[in-house]
């Protein structure tokens, strides 16, 4: 059975890989547009991959937290810290949709 730090882990790497996509295309409309709004979008995605980055080195890599996360965490914090990953990785998948049709 997968742990819940685990399921953390997966829905955040998902989540960067859908922001790696949206900065793509928002990157590249703003160097062809160079507008506000794409400047905007592009902005967002950043600031929101950088927190995803910090949450998957927080989970993985930091050597006093990610113990912590792995032993200390009792199950409903996991339970709504991965129901929030999850929501922003749907979210973000019907962003990534709408924004490349």
Request: proline residues 3%; charged residues 10%; negative net charge.
């Amino acid at each position: 059975m997968v742990s819940w730090i685990d399921a953390a882990r997966v829905a955040v790497s998902v989540n960067m890989l859908l922001l790696a996509v949206l900065i793509y295309v928002w990157g590249r409309n703003l160097y062809q547009i160079r507008s506000k709004h794409t400047f905007g979008l592009l902005f967002f995605a950043l600031l929101l991959f950088a927190e995803n980055a910090f949450a998957l080195y927080f989970y993985l890599l930091d050597p006093l937290l990610s113990g912590w996360f792995s032993n200390a965490v009792p199950d409903p914090a996991w339970q709504a810290m991965v129901v929030l990953h999850v929501l922003e990785t749907v979210g973000l998948a019907v962003l990534a949709w709408i924004t490349w049709d």
